[in-house]
């Protein structure tokens, strides 16, 4: 098994905490939709965003870290020898990038998980900020899933690390407001995804919420059918189709709330795959 090099977890907060702010900025000299200009609403969304993220912040040296590090020792040690290694890591991310296509569908999909993934989607505006907006309680159900298949499939800790930086990247990028050259923004997305492929599953109608639930690589969603063909619109609504934004201390408790979990039957002519 490859060892986690020493300074690697220092490097990747940098390198993510330095990728943020240049979209965080750059998103704000370029936006591709309209920002919100109603007195107070921006920095009220901020905050409540940022105190999302603090709380998930803390408990990641707290929970996530120690369980993924207790995963990894523990895992079932069936690799083949062809399996392991620097040359195995790519075969890692794909892997990891496939399962959490799934683990995002099934947010969907699934009422309970529901609950949580959907302050998540609750943000009416979209930024680089929403990509760090998560229920807490999403985040140790993520860490506990992420567990499970690291002990089942045996992943290196490292492919674990590179593969959680590489997914911080995608998801800061793809929920960015920043406007892409529309030439560059198409041949990205033949192969990652990008904001036009992402925000389309943060649009305020149902349908398009239950699509496009790929993070890094874009081929998945054509490849089990769950890619929307709702083009990106800068007025696009953003949100959750029949439910509005709410206080932080509502979002915290929102998973105790069965209204929109309940709601969340399957489509009409579509089935959970």
């Known amino acids: 098994?490859?060892?986690?090099?020493?300074g690697l977890l220092a490097w990747k907060g940098a390198a993510v905490a330095v990728w943020l702010a240049a979209f965080f900025l750059a998103e704000r000299l370029r936006p591709a939709a309209p920002l919100p200009v109603a007195a107070?609403?921006?920095?009220?969304?901020?905050a409540r965003n940022g105190l999302l993220w603090?709380?998930?912040?803390l408990l990641s040296p707290l929970v996530v870290l120690p369980v993924t590090v207790?995963?990894?020792?523990?895992?079932?040690?069936?690799?083949?020898?062809?399996?392991?290694?620097?040359?195995?890591?790519?075969?890692?991310?794909?892997?990891?990038?496939g399962l959490i296509y799934w683990w995002h569908r099934a947010n969907h999909v699934v009422p309970f998980l529901w609950r949580f993934h959907e302050v998540h989607?609750?943000?009416?505006?979209l930024d680089t900020t929403t990509a760090l907006r998560f229920h807490f309680g999403e985040v140790l159900l993520s860490a506990g899933a992420r567990a499970a298949v690291i002990v089942l499939l045996d992943v290196p800790l490292l492919s674990v690390v590179v593969f959680e930086t590489v997914v911080l990247v995608a998801t800061i990028f793809h929920h960015s407001n920043l406007a892409l050259p529309p030439r560059l923004e198409r041949a990205l997305a033949?192969?990652?995804?990008?904001?036009?492929?992402?925000w389309v599953h943060h649009h305020a109608r149902r349908r398009d919420t239950d699509s496009n639930y790929a993070t890094v690589l874009s081929l998945w969603d054509p490849l089990f059918a769950?890619?929307?063909?709702?083009?990106?619109?800068?007025?696009?609504?953003?949100g959750v189709e029949g439910r509005g934004?709410?206080?932080?201390?509502?979002?915290?408790?929102?998973?105790?709330?069965?209204?929109?979990?309940?709601?969340?039957?399957?489509l009409p002519g579509r089935r959970a795959r």
């Open 54 to 57: 603090g709380i998930n912040t």
């Open 40 to 46: 107070g609403r921006p920095l009220n969304r901020l």
């Open 121 to 125: 989607h609750l943000d009416a505006t």
């Open 245 to 266: 934004e709410e206080p932080l201390a509502q979002l915290l408790l929102h998973p105790l709330y069965r209204g929109g979990a309940a709601a969340r039957r399957p």
């Open 226 to 238: 769950s890619r929307s063909a709702t083009p990106r619109r800068p007025a696009m609504a953003i």
């Open 1 to 6: 098994m490859i060892e986690l090099p020493e």
């Open 70 to 97: 207790w995963a990894a020792g523990h895992g079932l040690d069936w690799r083949p020898a062809w399996w392991d290694g620097p040359a195995a890591l790519l075969l890692d991310l794909l892997v990891l990038d």
């Open 190 to 198: 033949r192969v990652v995804v990008t904001p036009s492929i992402h």
